[in-house]
């Protein structure tokens, strides 16, 4: 994890979550978290004859997605807004996470072509009319009618209202790139080389789904065998930050370890 003010804070959190977390349960003693400057990992932990290296990421929606479809929506709204025979308010509306093309690509200019198309085509509706511009099995995108008055367009995304099911399949997802990329990151330095043993923190800034949610989303994920644990520091709590106490205190558990004892639920 790249050192900046929020990126310490988190990493505080989560180390401290994870050391707490094995005490409490009695797993080891004698514990030392050892913070790497020249990470990767981020830490080493210690106790007796035995080292973890110890790598920390977040687990948040993907950014790189919303900055495609505010992009996607900027080059519709130009389209429409400097076509003056079209009056009233519209959206462009996306739900859940439709495939989007590259962006400049022919592919992106016909999508933004269709729904500039579609929306021309609700300028003689009335408010609330809709058309669906694309729909793939992740999601689809429509453009909404939402006032005759006007001329403008904006847009609404619609990630939240998710399913259980939903969340977990999204949240699979993003585990296996954060698992992937730290795999990644971990070889090209050798760290593995040196200390097989591998622990991945993870920072819940997804928001969506409880800790359960996430032990169900990794039976979902290729690939995690590699590490000897995932940890994930969940819902912050009143517990105090021991290690570091000008940082908030979290509480969290194990999603995955091959210490059968550190499997403890909670």
């Known amino acids: 994890m790249r050192r900046g003010s929020s990126k310490i804070d988190e990493e505080r959190v989560c180390i401290?979550?994870?050391?707490?977390?094995?005490?409490?349960?009695g797993a080891i003693s004698g514990i030392e978290a050892q913070e790497e400057a020249d990470d990767p990992p981020d830490y080493w932990l210690k106790f007796g004859e035995y080292r973890f290296a110890v790598e920390i990421t977040s687990i948040v929606e993907d950014h790189g997605?919303?900055?495609?479809?505010?992009?996607?929506?900027?080059?519709?709204?130009?389209?429409?807004?400097?076509?003056?025979s079209v009056s009233g308010k519209y959206a462009v509306e996306f739900f859940r996470h439709p495939e989007i093309p590259q962006r400049w690509t022919r592919e992106w200019k016909k999508l933004v072509a269709d729904a500039a198309t579609k929306i021309r085509g609700l300028a003689g509706s009335a408010p609330d009319s809709e058309s669906k511009v694309f729909k793939d099995t992740s999601g689809h995108i429509t453009v909404s009618k939402w006032s005759a008055e006007g001329r403008s367009v904006g847009m609404c995304r619609i990630p939240e209202a998710k399913y259980e099911?939903?969340?977990?399949?999204?949240?699979?997802?993003?585990?296996?790139?954060?698992i992937g990329k730290k795999f990644q990151q971990l070889q090209k330095k050798g760290?593995?080389?040196?200390?097989?043993?591998?622990?991945?923190?993870?920072?819940?800034?997804y928001g969506y789904g409880s800790i359960e949610t996430a032990r169900s989303a990794v039976l979902n994920v290729k690939g995690y065998e590699w590490l000897h644990s995932i940890f994930w520091a969940t819902s912050f709590s009143d517990r105090p930050n021991v290690m570091y106490p000008d940082s908030p205190g979290r509480a969290g558990g194990f999603l995955y370890s091959k210490s059968e004892g550190w499997r403890q639920r909670t």
């Open 65 to 84: 997605y919303a900055a495609l479809c505010n992009a996607l929506h900027h080059s519709i709204k130009a389209q429409i807004e400097s076509d003056y």
């Open 191 to 205: 760290v593995m080389a040196v200390c097989p043993d591998v622990i991945l923190l993870l920072y819940d800034a």
């Open 165 to 178: 099911v939903e969340a977990q399949d999204e949240l699979s997802r993003l585990l296996e790139q954060a």
């Open 16 to 25: 401290d979550a994870l050391v707490q977390y094995l005490k409490g349960i």
